[in-house]
Nanobody, 124 residues
Framework: QVQLVESGGGLVQAGESLRLSCAAS????????MGWFRQAPGKEREFVAG????????YYADSVKDRFTISRDNAKNTLYLQMNSLKPEDTAVYYC?????????????????WGQGTQVTVSS
């Protein structure tokens, strides 16, 4: 069992930045491929970014590429998402997810554990 707790969400203006964190506890964090997903009101949950167990491989949705950066600190059992140049369309609840036994985490169906989510609101 892995427990995931997100933090760092909030209300910002377009063009500003936020850094989300996801603290993990329970089983060995470094065993898991990690990812960020988001869900806007009235829309389905979508993939945002993913990272390999050792942090060497990262991948992004086209909508956030070159603006968001995913990273992890296995010594601190923490996943991060640095979000720059935020846009109103980035407004959503952001979730971190963990997967075991997969090389990438692009589909939510591959996730074994989810956090409770943190709200990000970007005003225009």
């Amino acid at each position: 069992q892995v427990q995931l707790v997100e933090s760092g969400g909030g209300l910002v203006q377009a063009g500003e930045s936020l850094r989300l964190s996801c603290a993990a506890s329970g089983r060995t964090f470094s065993n898991y491929v990690m990812g960020w997903f988001r869900q806007a009101p009235g829309k389905e949950r979508e993939f945002v970014a993913g990272i390999s167990w050792n942090g060497f491989s990262t991948y992004y949705a086209d909508s956030v590429k070159d603006r968001f950066t995913i990273s992890r600190d296995n010594a601190k059992n923490t996943l991060y998402l640095q979000m720059n140049s935020l846009k109103p369309e980035d407004t959503a609840v952001y979730y971190c997810a963990a997967a075991l036994g997969t090389r990438t985490l692009v589909s939510g169906r591959s996730a074994d554990y989810w956090g409770q989510g943190t709200q990000v609101t970007v005003s225009s």
